[in-house]
């Protein structure tokens, strides 16, 4: 087989077999086929597409390219759960420990944030002493005895991935469903589950802007999973203001707490539950969507789901009494009001650039190699249709470094949009793709 021959049958427009595609996957791994190769092929992906086949045959060839998690010695369900990322964005904090204290095992490898999205393991990492980097053992044994861990992705899980994503940032090839698809498809499938519930974002805040490119996205992901012989779903949540009202990475785990612990009703609490509620169905472990919801609403009540977060907590390291003790998180040294300058009904926020905002007082990186402040963030005070009047409190800044801070002070005020009339409500959950 020849390369060139692959990237022309494909900039032609044809579909490529199962054996071209491991040829490209597994020479671009080993270095026979060169980045301006691969780059010329991402291009043609992007422009003409992938069929179903196609795309399946892509993410298990990347799959293959490298060590997969055994987590054979983990008894019951094991399941993940991924989102294609946002703004304040911390679903896995209440999803895990809630799906967890219903008997299921949650083994999930998470990713760092960069840009305006945050990063779960940013956020577990702002808890003093918490570690990301369990080996596989350790790994395995936090899953068996808790039921659940949350830690960093192994450099040897889909080398392909880490590859290809590289090159696709710097080609302008982000931005093709058949790429992303198997690019998160490849890494879930490389953990083992037995289930996984996608969460995928839609919205100004999400990689899919627009409600018809996330479903589809969904869709192909379903999908795969099905053909690779994984029970997945998938359900389609609103990004067009932050999930929650804290980001920030201790911030953020603050919030996860204080909904664990008071049961406060909330975005976060909502999509946590449908997604949870989804793990169940896909588990075994309830038939119907309200006897799964009448068990996680027990779990928050009785407080059992956060006895299994402290206990993860606690096995990989970190400090469990923050779980009644917030003020032991970082916290930083100075909380500053950002006032609204005009009055009326909040009608748009524009997400991402809330995310920068944040990003910009060094609760992000710009950069992979930047280094993040985890005490520092945004706490938001008003959300999508409420009324705001001038001088009263958007949201609240917490600084350590003022270097930014006028600079994002403006790029938050930019992000807000105001109107005489009340906004339509936006739906939270737009629909559920299943099996
Ligand atoms: N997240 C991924 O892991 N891959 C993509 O291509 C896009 C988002």
Do not use: W
């Not at 519930?197 to 805040?205: E, F, S």
């Not at 005490?375 to 999508?384: A, D, E, F, M, N």
Request: proline fraction near 2%.
């Amino acid at each position: 087989m020849v390369i060139t021959d692959i990237i022309e049958k494909k900039k032609n427009g044809l579909k490529l077999t199962k054996e071209e595609i491991e040829f490209f996957i597994n020479g671009y791994v080993d270095g026979s086929v060169a980045d301006y190769q691969a780059s010329a092929l991402l291009m043609a992906i992007c422009i003409r597409g992938m069929d179903r086949d196609e795309t399946v045959d892509l993410t298990l060839a990347m799959r293959d390219s490298g060590d997969k998690v055994d987590l054979s010695a983990i008894d019951g369900i094991r399941v993940d759960k991924h989102s294609t990322g946002g703004v304040g964005d911390d679903t896995s904090f209440l999803v895990a420990p809630l799906v967890a204290a219903c008997g299921c095992k949650v083994a999930k490898m998470s990713g760092r944030g960069l840009g305006f999205t945050g990063g779960t393991l940013d956020k577990l990492e702002s808890i003093p002493g918490f570690s990301v980097n369990l080996d596989q053992n350790a790994f395995v044994d936090t899953v068996s005895k808790f039921g659940l861990s949350i830690i960093g992705q192994s450099k040897d899980i889909v080398p392909a991935d880490k590859k290809l994503y590289a090159l696709r940032d710097v080609t302008a090839t982000v931005e093709s469903l058949p790429l992303i698809a198997s690019s998160i498809m490849s890494k879930k499938l490389a953990m083992g589950c037995d289930a996984i519930v996608l969460d995928v974002k839609t919205g100004n805040g999400a990689l899919m802007k627009n409600l018809k490119d996330s479903i589809k996205l969904a869709d192909i992901m379903v999908g795969i999973g099905r053909m690779a012989g994984v029970k997945t779903s998938a359900v389609v949540t609103d990004m067009n203001q932050p999930l929650g009202n804290c980001i920030g990475n201790s911030l953020a785990v603050k919030e996860s707490i204080e909904i664990l612990r008071d049961n406060i009703e909330c975005d976060i609490k909502t999509v946590s539950m449908t997604l949870a509620a989804k793990i169940l169905l896909l588990s075994g472990i309830c038939d119907n969507n309200s006897e799964a919801m009448e068990m996680l609403e027990d779990k928050f009540y009785s407080g059992k789901a956060l006895v299994k977060l402290a206990q993860m907590i606690e096995a990989q390291g970190g400090n469990a009494d923050i779980v009644d003790d917030l003020s032991l998180l970082p916290q930083a040294a100075e909380v500053i009001d950002v006032r609204a300058d005009d009055e009326g009904y909040i009608s748009e926020i524009r997400t991402s650039e809330v995310g920068m905002a944040a990003c910009m007082l060094g609760a992000g990186r710009m950069k992979k190699e930047d280094t993040i402040d985890p005490s520092v963030g945004i706490v938001l005070k008003k959300r999508l249709g409420d009324f705001v009047k001038k001088g009263e409190v958007l949201a609240e800044f917490h600084v350590n470094d003022k270097k930014n801070l006028e600079d994002a002070e403006k790029r938050f005020k930019a992000a807000y949009s105001v109107s005489e009339q009340q906004p339509d409500e936006l739906p939270l959950i737009y629909t559920i793709i299943d099996e």
